[in-house]
């Protein structure tokens, strides 16, 4: 029961509150409803039949709309069924019975909020009926002010359907644009991971392959064939923080920075904080997801480097751009040898690519008595 109950509610929740399948259903019992109470007195054999025509040209509609798509063309056969429908029930709706009426306006509106008809068709249909209507009103002896009040009804119907249906346009449009914002978001985030990992591995196969066939060097080769694994490694990590990054539930930064440091104080048993100044708000992924690796690779690099040694990240929100500075001390008996990993190694220049695609700068070097990273990319 729970299970039949779920599938219920996922249909009502995709349907279309004002043309789907609940709408029509009720619209189905409403009709019948209004076809078994008719009463009309006068002109019955012209009414009857007309209501008749209605209701099977009501139900063929939803028998032939729901079969197609939404966007096929051979849907036009079934809204022209609405059409035809209104138009009959629009030439007896003078009787006195109320069922014409409720035909009439049922169908009609139903046709302008439907997405396959255009315009000018919608229109034309509105404006048919209109007339066919104010027709039947004069032939059935009904007081002027019928025509009026029924024409000022039917207009205001006609405009709330059309105003409704540009709406849900609009919505769907607006869907399309973040879909398509969000898939080059995605593009992009892909692109900075395989576009640097995958370049620099295959430099790296590619000067493995011409030690080895042009110097016969097995030992430089294995070197480079271990530099790859090692950079396969480092992009499948930054893939995993890319697509941890996409994810909708990912943490502001302060806080995704917070996990990262306080992550690295436990592995490492050192001191590690955060500072952040400025205010906090939500920046673009791309610069996210950059400051994010460039502070977990500069966290490797200093307890690789600089073991034991305490670090600190400081994040600051400037009017148009995000820092951040990762400092850490140096080595006291050999300084120099600091220099070595960070200007020559592949994690530094990996890094300055990562921040050049996001837009923005990245400096390292000492900084008297201390080594310190600094990235800084716009908004």
Not at 312 to 330: H, K, M, Q
Not at 366 to 378: F, N, Q, S, T
Request: one cysteine or more.
């Amino acid at each position: 029961m729970r299970e039949v109950w779920g599938r219920v509610t996922r249909l009502l929740a995709a349907d279309d509150p004002e043309t789907g399948r609940l709408t029509r259903a009720l619209l189905t019992l409403v009709l019948a409803w209004s076809l078994a109470v008719a009463s009309p007195a006068r002109a019955a054999a012209l009414v009857w039949p007309a209501l008749g025509v209605a209701m099977a040209c009501w139900l063929a509609f939803v028998l032939l709309d729901g079969r197609v798509p939404a966007a096929a063309p051979s849907r036009a056969p079934a809204t022209l069924l609405l059409a035809a429908g209104s138009a009959i029930a629009a030439a007896v709706s003078g009787s006195e019975s109320a069922a014409p009426t409720v035909f009439l306006f049922a169908m009609l509106l139903l046709y302008a909020a439907h997405p396959a008809p255009g315009m000018a068709a919608i229109c034309l249909v509105a404006a048919a009926d209109l007339g066919l209507m104010a027709g039947s009103l004069i032939w059935f002896d009904r007081p002027r002010t019928s025509i009026v009040v029924q024409g000022a009804v039917m207009v205001c119907t006609v405009l709330f359907a059309l105003h409704r249906r540009q709406y849900r346009r609009a919505l769907h449009d607006r869907a399309r644009a973040m879909a398509l914002d969000e898939r080059a978001r995605i593009a992009r985030e892909l692109h900075d991971v395989l576009a640097h990992s995958l370049g620099a591995l295959g430099v790296q196969l590619d000067v493995a392959e011409a030690l080895l066939t042009e110097r016969g060097d097995v030992a430089g080769a294995v070197a480079r064939i271990r530099r790859s694994r090692g950079l396969a490694r480092e992009g499948l990590v930054e893939a995993r923080a890319a697509v941890a990054a996409l994810r909708e539930d990912i943490p502001p930064l302060p806080d995704a920075l917070g996990l990262l440091v306080a992550q690295h104080r436990l592995d490492h048993s050192v001191r590690a904080d955060l500072r952040t100044t400025g205010t906090r708000r939500p920046i673009t992924p791309a610069a996210e997801v950059c400051l994010l690796r460039t502070a977990r690779e500069a966290l490797t690099n200093a307890a690789k480097h600089a073991p034991g040694r305490p670090i600190t990240l400081d994040l600051s929100y400037g009017e148009t751009s995000v820092r951040l500075a990762i400092r850490n001390p140096l080595p006291e008996a050999t300084p120099g040898d600091r220099l070595a990993p960070g200007s020559g190694g592949h994690g530094l220049a990996g890094m300055r690519e990562r921040v050049a695609l996001a837009g923005g700068t990245l400096d390292a070097g000492p900084l008297g008595a201390v080594w310190e990273v600094r990235a800084e990319v716009p908004e």
